[in-house]
Nanobody, 121 residues
Framework: VDVVESGGGLVQSGESLSLSCVFSGRIFRPYSMGWYRRGPGIERELVASITGDGETKYSDSVKGRFTISADGADVISGDVAKITANLQMTHLSARDTAMYSC????????WGSGTQVTVSS
């Protein structure tokens, strides 16, 4: 599975930002996708995840502010497909400053290259 990550950048506190990851290849169910982050004072944290059936989970630190979604997720196991995961981040604060890395997992983990999110206060 190929992973292409985009988004991120520098924003002011209170602003919004979105991240995307495109996963291309043979998709096997069950699968999940999401983002981890690591930054100043943040150990590796699973920010948000979504399964192929649309079940979502969020860390307590972002619940209510971040929304994860997926496009093209309704695929038959074993098909070659392209799925896009999106992470909409709102009400950002300096505590959200981190390197964000997306992943796709079925039987193997595939990782994006990571994108920096910096929130200035």
């Amino acid at each position: 599975v190929d992973v292409v990550e985009s988004g991120g950048g520098l924003v002011q506190s209170g602003e919004s930002l979105s991240l995307s990851c495109v996963f291309s290849g043979r998709i096997f169910r069950p699968y999940s996708m999401g983002w981890y982050r690591r930054g100043p004072g943040i150990e590796r944290e699973l920010v948000a995840s979504i399964t192929g059936d649309g079940e979502t989970k969020y860390s307590d630190s972002v619940k209510g502010r971040f929304t994860i979604s997926a496009d093209g997720a309704d695929v038959i196991s074993g098909d070659v497909a392209k799925i896009t995961a999106n992470l909409q981040m709102t009400h950002l604060s300096a505590r959200d400053t981190a390197m964000y890395s997306c992943y796709y997992y079925d039987t193997v983990n595939y990782w994006g290259s990571g994108t920096q999110v910096t929130v200035s206060s």
